[in-house]
């Protein structure tokens, strides 16, 4: 048995009953920690993503690899505190906050909530197998105007960027 | 930077905001609590970001409104403003967005993303 919270709307909430993997961008966009500031905002920018994840130097096959999620106000403060030449290592970004492929939206809204992250990495099994942001949960409240079941249901994550 | 700004009143449903986040593809919005009956007051200004909307709906027990879930005062710089400056009031501010005000106006939107990716590249020329 799941060992993750459950949490249950009190009543129909704007959030649709779909799996995290259905809406998640795939796969997760990485660097290792020698990746300078020019580098990952580069790859941000190139791919209109608002997250990379720092792996250690074995790529990002488990998550015991991840070490941070670098956001974009992690790299506006370190250009203000250190200058554009810093590397990942050295950005002070924030956790690594997980959430499995087959949560609920509601799950990962509430894990966003009180981790106060805009971004979670996706597991299967131990495996990071993509990123769920904030506007991708924004994103479903938006459509749940449309019948969030079979249209929405097993479609295929998009590629990070 | 982005321009012209995208703004919704204090009233605007979070579902709407959600909708005009994934049109515009933004991560954040102006909500503009000015009565519009003078002129524009920065100090009226307020964001509303993707996670407020996720924390609005997530946990209401009511419907909430883009005022209702507004994350505090919006951050406003001169279109004139070193952007070190921009990005240090950034950092102060813990705010990924600055709205960009020429001659009292807002003319657009200043990402952190925006910013870094010039401030690496003037970097990178030098």
Redesign the interface.
Do not use: K, W, Y
């Given at each position: 048995m799941s060992d993750r919270p459950v949490?249950t709307a009190?009543g129909p909430?704007?959030?649709p009953s779909i799996c995290v993997g259905d809406v998640m961008s795939a796969p997760p966009v990485a660097c290792d920690p020698t990746a300078d500031?020019?580098h990952i905002?580069?790859r941000?920018?190139r791919r209109?993503i608002?997250s990379v994840v720092v792996t250690d130097h074995d790529g990002l096959e488990d998550i015991a690899h991840a070490r941070a999620v670098i956001?974009?106000?992690d790299?506006?403060?370190a250009?203000?505190?250190t200058?554009?030449?810093v590397t990942a290592a050295r950005i002070p970004a924030g956790p690594v906050v997980t959430i499995a492929i087959d949560a609920s939206l509601?799950e990962a809204?509430?894990a966003?909530?009180g981790a106060?992250v805009?971004h979670l990495v996706v597991l299967d099994g131990r495996r990071p197998v993509g990123v769920l942001?904030?506007?991708d949960?924004?994103?479903t409240?938006?459509d749940?105007?449309v019948p969030a079941t079979a249209a929405n249901a097993g479609t295929t994550p998009r590629q990070q960027g | 930077m982005r321009s012209p700004l995208i703004t919704c009143d204090p009233t605007t449903d979070?579902?709407e905001?959600?909708?005009m986040?994934?049109r515009d593809?933004v991560?954040c919005i102006v909500v503009d609590g000015s009565t519009h009956d003078h002129a524009v007051d920065p100090t009226e200004w307020a964001f509303v970001?993707?996670?407020d909307?996720?924390?609005g709906?997530?946990?209401?027990?009511r419907k909430h409104r883009a005022g209702d879930v507004a994350s505090g005062r919006a951050v406003v710089v001169a279109a004139t403003q070193d952007l070190?400056d921009v990005?240090?009031i950034?950092?102060d501010n813990?705010?990924?967005h600055a709205i960009v005000v020429d001659d009292g106006e807002p003319v657009g939107m200043l990402?952190?993303?925006d910013?870094?990716?010039i401030?690496?590249?003037k970097?990178?020329l030098s």
């Open positions: 949490f009190s909430s704007p959030i500031l020019c905002a580069g941000m920018a209109r608002h956001s974009e106000l790299l506006v403060r250009v203000t505190e200058g554009v030449g509601i809204a509430h966003m909530i106060d805009a942001s904030s506007l949960i924004a994103a409240i938006a749940t105007a | 979070l579902q905001v959600a909708t986040m994934v593809h991560h970001t993707d996670l909307v996720v924390r709906t997530a946990t209401a027990t070190n990005a240090a950034l950092a813990e705010s990924s990402s952190g993303l910013l870094v990716t401030l690496a590249g970097a990178r």
